[in-house]
């Protein structure tokens, strides 16, 4: 009888107790291995993002916005269709829009010079960077004034540096990059800096912060339920895993496939990661659903090098780095050899008509 009881208490602790055992060698494997666009291991996550704290320039900042007060209900709408046309002429701006811009060019212009001049700049939210985007493109279409993009670019730059920030300074990268392609020439210096800037490994990194939050997840649901997980807790330690493998390899084929039409490509089209219900609840699927518009800014950016060559006077070359399409260059403009859709928001064209 007492051998008995023996057996029935011993084994099974031994069989969850190698389960753990394998759940955290799983952990550990996978762990170990290098994610892509030289990211390092997994929980060197955090170092790759600014946990950045409202500072003295964006509490100053914010101020300087809070004084531009009025309606600006055209402002975007404006700036949205300029940047949708396909050929380099600025429409004038509304004329509400337009007397609006020139009561406040003194404080614009204070505040452009502050976000220069400033150094590090962090607000409590990207509402500032948000408005100041619209405000900015459209005086420097009305006026031609680079500076003004100069600015966007600044905050915007250190916006890809934290994590939450990543899908706003893409959309704000993304205006950037059209509206430079219908500014006067020659392009300022600091343009290259934009279209050189290596703004997938951001959305890679933030892939990567992803996994290690859904780590911490599991880590705290673990140690909430103590007693459920001494029975069950193995699983969400090995799915927790299997998950971050997952996000691991999906990254790196997606930032592989070099194609610029998210939409016709099944590999780059299926999700990101899948992980299956456990004691803890669903870790669940994961996908960025703006990958589509990473990919289709690949095709934008050569749009604008391509343009502004055109506009110099050059003829720029027909090839392209997505694997999907090419340029069909003529005297009369440019144009990528596909159509690239966008689910929603600005549809930045693929084409130049003189």
């Not at 110099?312 to 440019?334: I, M, Y």
Request: proline fraction near 5%; charge should be neutral.
């Amino acid at each position: 009888m007492k051998k008995s009881l023996i057996v029935i208490v011993v084994v099974p602790l031994c069989i969850v107790l190698a389960l753990w055992a394998r759940a955290f060698g799983l952990r550990r494997k996978y762990d170990s291995r290098p994610w892509p666009a030289n990211l390092g291991t997994l929980e060197t996550a955090p170092s790759h993002f600014i946990d950045a704290q409202p500072n003295a320039a964006g509490v100053q900042l914010t101020s300087m916005m809070a004084l531009l007060n009025g309606d600006l209900a055209a402002l975007n709408e404006y700036v949205k269709t300029e940047l949708e046309r396909r050929d380099v002429d600025i429409g004038a701006p509304p004329p509400q829009l337009a007397r609006y811009l020139r009561e406040h060019g003194a404080q614009l212009d204070f505040i452009r010079d502050h976000i220069l001049a400033a150094g590090a700049i962090s607000t409590a939210d990207f509402r500032p960077h948000v408005e100041l985007t619209n405000l900015f493109i459209a005086r420097g279409f009305m006026n031609g004034a680079w500076d003004d993009l100069h600015a966007v670019w600044v905050l915007d730059r250190q916006l890809w540096q934290r994590r939450r920030g990543v899908a706003t300074a893409l959309l704000s990268t993304r205006m950037l990059n059209a509206a430079a392609a219908k500014m006067p020439l020659p392009v300022p210096s600091w343009l290259e800096d934009l279209r050189s800037f290596d703004y997938e490994q951001r959305v890679a990194a933030m892939y990567q912060a992803d996994a290690l939050d859904l780590r911490q997840t599991v880590d705290e649901s673990l140690a909430e339920h103590r007693f459920l997980s001494l029975i069950d807790g193995w699983q969400a330690v090995a799915a927790d895993a299997d998950l971050a493998e997952q996000l691991r390899v999906r990254t790196g084929e997606l930032l592989a496939a070099k194609g610029c039409d998210f939409a016709s490509d099944p590999l780059q089209r299926k999700p990101m990661a899948v992980a299956p219900r456990n004691a803890f609840g669903a870790l669940g699927a994961l996908m960025f659903t703006g990958w589509d518009r990473v990919t289709r800014f690949r095709a934008e950016r050569e749009a604008t090098g391509k343009i502004l060559a055109l506009r110099r006077g050059e003829t720029p070359s027909a090839k392209s780095a997505c694997t999907d399409g090419e340029w069909l260059v003529s005297a009369g403009g440019v144009k990528f050899s596909r159509d690239i859709a966008v689910p929603h928001g600005i549809r930045f064209p693929l084409a130049y008509d003189r």
